[in-house]
């Protein structure tokens, strides 16, 4: 078993709200679980506007395929969230 895990930082330029900010914030972890079945929480940041931390856990029998649906997670935020900065991604996996 190997479960991988990634720290997604983002930010969102265009938001002036805590209320904006969970909207966009919602509507990527829905799209995410749905999408690839992993588990996603905003573990960090939660008090600033425009600043957001994501933490995605997806666990597997191969670490290749773990490590390759993370970086398919952080390559469908770039594409489908245009208004959306990626700061910065880490991707770990722990056998």
């Not at 002036?16 to 919602?26: A, D, E, F, T, Y």
């Not at 588990?39 to 008090?47: H, I, L, T, W, Y």
């Not at 670490?63 to 952080?74: G, K, P, Q, S, Y």
Request: charged residues 20%; positive net charge; contains cysteine.
């Amino acid at each position: 078993m190997n479960v991988s895990v990634c720290r997604i930082e983002l930010r969102i330029p265009e938001n002036h709200s805590l209320k904006g900010k969970r909207q966009v914030i919602k509507s990527i972890i829905a799209r995410l679980q749905n999408r690839y079945k992993v588990s996603v929480a905003e573990v960090d940041n939660q008090g600033l506007w425009q600043l957001a931390t994501l933490g995605v856990a997806c666990v597997s029998n191969q670490r290749i395929h773990a490590d390759e649906t993370l970086a398919n997670v952080v390559k469908f935020i770039i594409q489908n969230y245009p208004d959306v900065e990626l700061l910065g991604s880490e991707i770990e996996t722990f056998p």
